[in-house]
């Protein structure tokens, strides 16, 4: 049984795109883990937690959700 843990800062991903996130790591724990059995994606947990840009650093600074933005612009 997978436990896959994402941690990002609020703010940057949609609701879309968790939705989305969420399901396409779902769908490559099964292809992987699961070798494909499509009975294995109820064995799939995935959680994503998002927490204040406040608590990251970044080489020493801390990061608004506006830079990381920035730098990783939002997935198509």
Do not use: C, Y
């Not at 941690?7 to 992987?32: F, P």
Request: glycine content about 6%; overall charge negative; charged content about 20%.
């Amino acid at each position: 049984m997978p436990f896959v843990h994402v941690q990002t800062i609020n703010g940057i991903l949609s609701d879309d795109q968790k939705a989305e996130m969420l399901r396409r790591i779902t769908d490559l724990m099964v292809e992987i883990e699961g070798r494909g059995d499509p009975s294995f994606r109820s064995s799939v947990w995935v959680r994503i937690d998002e927490h204040a840009p406040s608590h990251w650093s970044l080489g020493g600074m801390i990061p608004t959700s506006e830079m990381i933005a920035s730098k990783f612009p939002p997935i198509a």
